[in-house]
């Protein structure tokens, strides 16, 4: 089956620590994009990626790093840096000819 | 700069009701998307609108494009509470080449019984 996964689906994190979000697709799409959602908000970017080795950020950058090595993942990096990182992250991937998003089931981080 | 508004952003109806759901952006864009999301979990594609006049049709629901003005809408037909959820557009900044979309800010439907 071909899809988006995401782990882990739920992630604890101490203060100062670094954490890494994985996101694995196997669609074949081009682009994949990080998203941030704070409860009962909509969807706030934080990096995308429209080709393997090259990234931009987003709206919400500071405090997340990414990288693309392979077409098929883009991990997200939730800094020590990011002062108010629980959240909901979901990551999508898309084609370029209709640039239709598929989203992943998300990981719910939590910083204790 | 690109934005994108939905209204209203909290819907309540009686099963069996019909509404309407607006998205209005501010730039000019050919591509426009509908998705919803249940409590707790990810986002799920409804539509793709690719042009000016696009409808399509999904059981209860009925999205169109018009692009001079816009606007797209998510109608919704004889509610059912399985409809409950909220339900983001979003449209593509592919006019600019970078792909990315802007969201929404989303609209709570709750179809109560």
């Known amino acids: 089956d071909g899809g988006i996964t995401q782990s882990p689906k739920y992630l604890f994190r101490k203060e100062g620590q670094n954490v890494t979000l994985s996101c694995e697709q196997n669609?074949?799409?081009?682009?994949m994009y990080w998203y941030r959602q704070d409860p009962g908000q909509g969807l706030r970017l934080i990096y995308y990626?429209?080709?393997?080795?090259?990234?931009q950020k987003g709206d919400i950058a500071e405090g997340y790093s990414v990288s693309r090595e392979k077409k098929e993942s883009f991990p997200l990096t939730v800094t020590s840096a990011q002062k108010n990182p629980t959240a909901f992250y979901l990551c999508?991937?898309?084609?370029?000819?209709?640039?239709?998003?598929?989203f992943g089931p998300g990981t719910r981080l939590t910083v204790l | 700069e690109l934005k994108v508004e939905q209204n209203p952003l909290f819907l309540s109806m009686q099963e069996g009701k019909n509404y309407t759901i607006y998205c209005n952006y501010s730039?000019?864009?050919?591509?426009l998307y509908w998705y919803r999301q249940d409590p707790g979990k990810s986002l799920e594609s409804l539509f793709v609108?690719?042009?000016?006049?696009a409808v399509k049709q999904e059981g209860r629901l009925m999205a169109s494009l018009d692009t001079k003005a816009r606007l797209s809408t998510l109608h919704i037909t004889a509610a059912v509470h399985d409809l409950s959820a909220t339900y983001f557009c979003?449209?593509?900044?592919?006019?600019?080449?970078?792909?990315?979309?802007?969201f929404g800010t989303g609209t709570r439907l709750k179809v109560l019984a």
């Open positions: 999508a991937s898309s084609t370029r000819m209709y640039n239709e998003q598929f």
């Open positions: 669609l074949n799409h081009d682009a």
């Open positions: 990626s429209q080709i393997v080795n090259d990234f």
């Open positions: 730039t000019t864009s050919d591509r």
């Open positions: 609108l690719l042009s000016n006049g």
């Open positions: 979003a449209v593509d900044g592919g006019a600019s080449g970078t792909y990315k979309y802007i």
